[in-house]
């Protein structure tokens, strides 16, 4: 839908506040942690994972997509 990781919409609401992450669209998750899957250049799906720390998230999420999209 967005085709990019949550992160960069993390990045986008800078981190003058980092406890204060209210974006005006619901759909949106403004962490680290979501991932496009693609596959020969092209969004397959998404994958997500949330529980530890932001950064953790983003690095577990990151080898899952790599492992799936090859």
């Known amino acids: 839908m967005f085709k990019r990781p949550t992160k960069a919409y993390y990045d986008m609401m800078g981190n003058e506040y980092p406890g ?6 619901p ?4 962490f680290e942690g979501g991932v496009p899957i693609t ?3 092209e969004i397959i799906g ?3 994972v949330s529980g530890i720390t932001p950064p953790n998230d983003g690095q ?3 080898a899952g997509a790599k492992a799936i999209s090859g």
């Open 27 to 30: 759909e949106i998750c403004p």
């Open 39 to 41: 596959l020969n250049d």
């Open 20 to 25: 204060v992450r209210l974006p005006s669209n």
């Open 60 to 62: 577990v999420v990151e």
């Open 46 to 48: 998404a994958n997500g």
